[in-house]
């Protein structure tokens, strides 16, 4: 069935360092593809989404690039900042979304 | 862009009493919602799906007696957590889907539910 799977975090990084947080997917057809942020004590939001092969999101220096070759979409930033310290969610919509296990990213100064 | 407004976003309530949470979608209409439920540092679980004017779709394990959905409008779910014990103390989070399935679900920002 439909699936995503999530690396497992926490992610720690410092300023300005570079991330990826990997996300695969396993779907029938060609859905859309999404990343949620949650910062603490909030609900998600959305950060960025490609609706078909080879697009590529992007949002607050966030990328994400739909590939249907290795069934990726992972999230990148060149530069991350102590505010982009949340969890991040990788989704797949089906019927309902799935989500991925979400991974917990914490920037310090 | 489409808001979701859900409410309270705390509450504390006894054991044995019952709590509503709102889930409102404020410009436009949502013919679904989903209830999710999130413990401390894990993931969504998905509770129900709430479709408009029918009965809820709730998923393997939960209880549709006790957590009770009502989507009476386009624009509001309710979720009622019934008799509520101390093990339903979590974040509740609600979500509207503007169209079809490939469109993003918005979400609410939660409901923190303490059952002392």
């Known amino acids: 069935g439909d699936s995503v799977t999530q690396m497992e975090g926490p992610v720690t990084l410092s300023e300005e360092a570079f991330l990826t947080i990997n996300c695969t997917y396993t779907?029938?057809?060609?859905?859309?593809l999404f990343w949620y942020v949650q910062y603490p004590g909030e609900g998600l939001q959305l950060l960025l989404k490609?609706?078909?092969?080879?697009d590529k999101g992007s949002n607050k220096g966030f990328e994400a690039t739909y590939r249907k070759e290795t069934t990726s979409f992972h999230l990148e930033k060149g530069s991350v900042q102590v505010s982009d310290s949340a969890v991040y969610f990788c989704?797949?919509?089906?019927?309902?979304?799935?989500f991925g296990t979400g991974t917990r990213l914490q920037v310090f100064p | 862009g489409a808001v979701v407004s859900q409410h309270p976003s705390r509450v504390i309530c006894k054991s044995g009493t019952s709590v509503k949470i709102e889930c409102r979608s404020l410009?436009?209409?949502?013919?679904?919602m989903f209830w999710y439920r999130q413990f401390p540092k894990k993931s969504l679980m998905l509770m129900a799906t709430?479709?408009?004017?029918?009965?809820?779709?709730?998923e393997q394990g939960v209880e549709k007696d006790k957590f009770l959905i009502n989507h009476a409008s386009l624009t509001l779910s309710t979720l009622t957590v019934t008799s509520a014990h101390p093990e339903d103390s979590s974040f509740y989070i609600c979500?509207?889907?503007?169209?079809?399935?490939?469109?993003?679900?918005?979400f609410g920002n939660g409901t923190r539910l303490t059952v002392t």
């Open positions: 779907a029938t057809g060609y859905p859309s």
């Open positions: 979500s509207a889907r503007v169209t079809g399935r490939n469109s993003p679900l918005h």
């Open positions: 490609a609706t078909k092969a080879d």
């Open positions: 709430s479709n408009e004017g029918s009965k809820a779709t709730y």
């Open positions: 410009d436009f209409q949502a013919t679904t």
């Open positions: 989704a797949l919509p089906t019927d309902k979304l799935i």
